[in-house]
């Protein structure tokens, strides 16, 4: 499907920022045309400048959506993930793992939670970034501090490419 969405607006390029913007923050689009946030309505010009576009792309953008079956479906459907706890972790006396990988990496969730699981740390939170982007970031939040040595178990999983914690 993502491959469908850039070749509809590949010539669109403030539509695409939109729809990025949309996928990222899970909003969707509502029988009435506007945007929402959940039950939470989104004003045009605070997506607009969220995505940073004129805000008439906004509306063509929901319009385009709207004129195609397949895309209305999907966007009509779209729900926010919920809160990341990455920025917060450590207030909370967690710890966030940022895990950079090479975009055609296969397994590095799994392989990456078998090493937490082998070394009896719970993972409160994992989210992964779409793999479109050149190097996606898998996120992992655990309970309490992680010992450097799982950092350097994690380093040696295939593709793994760089390994930070906050």
Not at 56 to 68: F, H, L, P, Q, Y
Request: hydrophobic residues 40%; contains cysteine.
């Amino acid at each position: 499907m993502w491959a469908n969405i850039e070749n509809k607006f590949e010539n669109y390029p403030a539509r695409m920022k939109v729809i990025n913007k949309m996928i990222e923050l899970g909003l969707r689009i509502n029988e009435d045309g506007k945007i929402y946030c959940s039950d939470l309505k989104i004003g045009d010009k605070a997506l607009a400048e969220a995505a940073g576009v004129d805000r008439r792309a906004i509306k063509s953008t929901i319009n385009a959506i709207m004129d195609d079956e397949k895309l209305y479906i999907l966007f009509k459907n779209i729900t926010p993930a919920g809160t990341s706890l990455k920025k917060i972790a450590k207030h909370l006396e967690l710890s966030a793992i940022e895990i950079e990988v090479e975009s055609e990496s296969e397994g590095i969730l799994v392989q990456t939670a078998d090493i937490f699981t082998k070394n009896r740390i719970d993972i409160k939170q994992a989210y992964a970034e779409d793999t479109a982007v050149e190097h996606p970031k898998l996120t992992i939040i655990t309970e309490g501090k992680v010992p450097p040595a799982i950092l350097d178990e994690i380093l040696k999983i295939k593709g793994v490419l760089r390994v930070s914690i906050y």
